[in-house]
């Protein structure tokens, strides 16, 4: 990941496979497909965002702090999965709270996931006091 100012960015020396039936952004050439997928090169699940034209990158230490042990590639790829949703809500409401610019790339902390996990299971039953 290479960071440019307070902003991050997935520098990517490989981007996602191409493919006939994936979209393609036309401004960075790179597959955004909703499929998430493990990036060695930086310890890191990445997926992109819809509507937003970049990848968001969670790392492993993030799934560390969420799951509670060390994970390995297919534990973070089943959590994400799990919990897509929560995800997916928490890098839109980053780059909204952020301001981050259409097409710059992003990545979620174990906070930020779980503040939106805990906002979902707040709706779904309630405050507890």
């Given at each position: 990941?290479?960071?440019?100012?307070?902003?991050?960015?997935?520098?990517?020396?490989?981007?996602?496979?191409?493919?006939?039936?994936?979209?393609?952004?036309r401004a960075?050439?790179?597959?955004?497909?909703?499929?998430?997928?493990?990036?060695?090169?930086?310890?890191?699940?990445?997926?992109?965002?819809?509507?937003?034209?970049?990848?968001?990158?969670?790392?492993?230490?993030?799934?560390?702090?969420?799951?509670?042990?060390?994970?390995?590639?297919?534990?973070?790829?089943?959590?994400?999965?799990?919990?897509?949703?929560?995800?997916?809500?928490?890098a839109r409401?980053?780059?909204?709270?952020?301001?981050?610019?259409?097409?710059?790339?992003?990545?979620?902390?174990?906070?930020?996931?779980?503040?939106?996990?805990?906002?979902?299971?707040?709706?779904?039953?309630?405050?507890?006091?």
């Amino acid at each position: 990941m290479a960071i440019h100012g307070r902003r991050h960015t997935i520098a990517s020396r490989k981007p996602f496979p191409a493919s006939p039936d994936r979209p393609r952004s036309r401004a960075c050439d790179i597959d955004l497909s909703d499929e998430a997928q493990w990036r060695d090169d930086i310890a890191s699940l990445a997926f992109p965002v819809g509507g937003h034209g970049a990848f968001c990158a969670v790392h492993r230490g993030a799934f560390r702090t969420l799951i509670g042990a060390e994970p390995s590639p297919q534990d973070c790829l089943g959590y994400f999965r799990r919990y897509e949703t929560a995800f997916r809500e928490a890098a839109r409401a980053k780059i909204a709270r952020k301001g981050i610019s259409q097409g710059t790339s992003l990545h979620l902390t174990s906070r930020d996931v779980a503040r939106k996990l805990i906002e979902d299971h707040q709706i779904a039953h309630g405050e507890q006091s």
